[in-house]
């Protein structure tokens, strides 16, 4: 038997997972660290804390399981996206890393702004302008520290920081390349046009290559450090959202999934960029080789539910804590009480403003259509309809431009059988849901690496890894109920816009 190790290196920790070939998990082991959040929207992460954390959980995971590590076929990454962190000729980092959460470069962002129409930017890229992504944050570093961006020498996301610890290699691939935002999606090549707009330097972006080329072998100090054995080949894998795709099985067009937690997005796959003409959604490319996956993601989808649980249904989570069971099985029990619609109940699930479909940083929250009749369950169904009506929006631009008829839920919020058949109803989809809910990434950084290192003929091995665990089919009757309903729900948007605006002083 072969084995697959996967690191998932996220904000808050890195994930070490053991596969076998066959697809079943062998074991985990979790490495947590931190992230420092200052000056309101500054964020960064030491790099040599990730190191850390791949080689504490690699030898943990190795000593556990007791596998030989000549047993490890290969090593392949999933990671945040949307980062910058510079490093010199040797590697050797030259200041924090500057993480996907982090939006000081709005002065970048703006000066991008007067140079390039934002359709325009949107058409090469397939996203918007953003202080997010990795151009602009190495834009902020050359003008407020030019000595560290005359001492860099490549600018890395996280995984492909570790593929050089462990290879000495400096390397990406177009999924976490996009999160750039300056690649061209037409060539899959760092856009030339963007980075003289932007007046950087292309060669402190490493080469792309394919997410399943193998970098190289695990050199002789890197074994020692991680306790992989010498010349062990690591894939690069490709960015945390894309690996997922390949987790949920989107590894052809048409084939979508959703993630359900504190954020949410819907994503699938496609053989051309989807450009949305009001620019609601992105294109990212995908970790398959040729492909690429557009989505649309909301600010706050499991976060509204967990609003709702901590702020409005304390005395469900009393009881629950009496009874050992979850709170949100006594919601659910009080939502299945109220009808489609939730008795004229509308929920506007913007408590952290929105990203797609909206793009409103002004949107709040908002409960409509309040009346005397309504009780308690109407309340609380309309914060999941909400949710997925938002969702809907995004589904909707998707779907002109690809087949999707199911969908596969991941996340926390796949969990209750309530919310998973008002989806179905809503998207009007065959809503599937997998065994394991929390492993996608993983799986996905497995697969690409199983095809990298040549255990695996295609991205089909996925099949090996999802098994279904339930399957929630639409209600032709709620189906129909619910068109009315969701074009309500885009009124009220609509009407809430200009007294956003006010909110907000503008």
């Not at 609380?380 to 309809?385: F, G």
């Not at 809910?437 to 290192?453: D, I, K, N, Q, R």
Request: aromatic share 8%.
């Amino acid at each position: 038997m072969k084995y697959i190790l996967a690191h998932d290196l996220g904000t808050s920790g890195n994930k070490a997972t053991l596969f076998s070939e066959d697809g079943a998990l062998i074991g985990s082991k979790v490495y947590s660290y931190g992230a420092h959040y200052f000056n309101q929207t500054w964020a960064e992460q030491n790099p040599e804390d990730w190191w850390e954390a791949v080689c504490q959980s690699s030898g943990s995971l190795i000593r556990e399981t007791g596998i030989d590590p000549r047993e490890i076929a290969v090593v392949s990454f999933s990671g945040q996206m949307m980062g910058c962190l510079c490093v010199d000729r040797q590697g050797t980092p030259l200041r924090s890393a500057i993480i996907w959460a982090d939006q000081r470069a709005q002065a970048q962002q703006e000066m991008l702004m007067r140079k390039i129409p934002l359709k325009e930017y949107y058409r090469i890229v397939g996203h918007r302008n953003s202080a997010s992504y990795g151009l602009q944050k190495l834009m902020w570093v050359r003008d407020n520290q030019p000595e560290i961006y005359r001492e860099t020498y490549k600018t890395l996301n996280a995984k492909d920081y570790i593929v050089f610890k462990l290879t000495g290699q400096f390397l990406t691939e177009p999924s976490d390349a996009s999160s750039n935002a300056c690649v061209d999606l037409k060539t899959f090549d760092w856009s030339e046009k963007l980075l003289d707009l932007a007046e950087v330097d292309r060669e402190k972006f490493p080469r792309i290559v394919p997410s399943t080329t193998v970098a190289g072998g695990v050199t002789r100090e890197a074994a020692e450090s991680t306790g992989l054995y010498p010349g062990t080949p690591v894939v690069l894998g490709g960015g945390d959202g894309l690996c997922a795709n390949v987790g949920a099985g989107s590894i052809a067009p048409g084939r979508t999934y959703s993630s359900i937690g504190s954020s949410a997005w819907i994503a699938t796959t496609s053989k051309e960029p989807v450009l949305d003409e009001e620019m609601r959604t992105v294109t990212w490319a995908h970790v398959v080789p040729g492909l690429y996956s557009p989505n649309g993601t909301m600010q706050s989808a499991g976060g509204s539910y967990s609003w709702l649980k901590n702020e409005i249904c304390r005395w469900e989570s009393e009881q629950a804590g009496r009874k050992g069971i979850s709170p949100y099985d006594l919601i659910n029990e009080e939502i299945a009480r109220s009808p489609v619609g939730a008795n004229g109940v509308m929920f506007l699930p913007y408590l952290l403003g929105e990203r797609a479909p909206r793009w409103n940083a002004d949107a709040r929250g908002a409960f409509l259509g309040l009346k005397m009749e309504n009780k308690r369950e109407d309340v609380l169904r309309s914060v999941l309809e909400g949710i997925t009506m938002n969702l809907a929006v995004i589904l909707d631009i998707l779907r002109k431009h690809v087949s999707i008829d199911e969908i596969l839920v991941v996340g926390g919020g796949a969990k209750g059988k309530v919310w998973r058949q008002m989806m179905a109803d809503i998207y009007d989809a065959r809503i599937k849901t997998p065994a394991l809910l929390e492993e996608g990434a993983s799986m996905g950084a497995a697969v690409v690496g199983g095809v990298g290192a040549g255990l695996f003929e295609g991205f089909e091995a996925i099949d090996r890894f999802v098994r279904v665990e339930s399957i929630e089919e639409p209600n032709p009757e709620a189906v129909q109920a619910y068109k009315p309903v969701r074009e309500m729900f885009e009124a009220c948007y609509a009407a809430m816009v200009p007294l956003y605006q006010k909110m907000a002083g503008k």
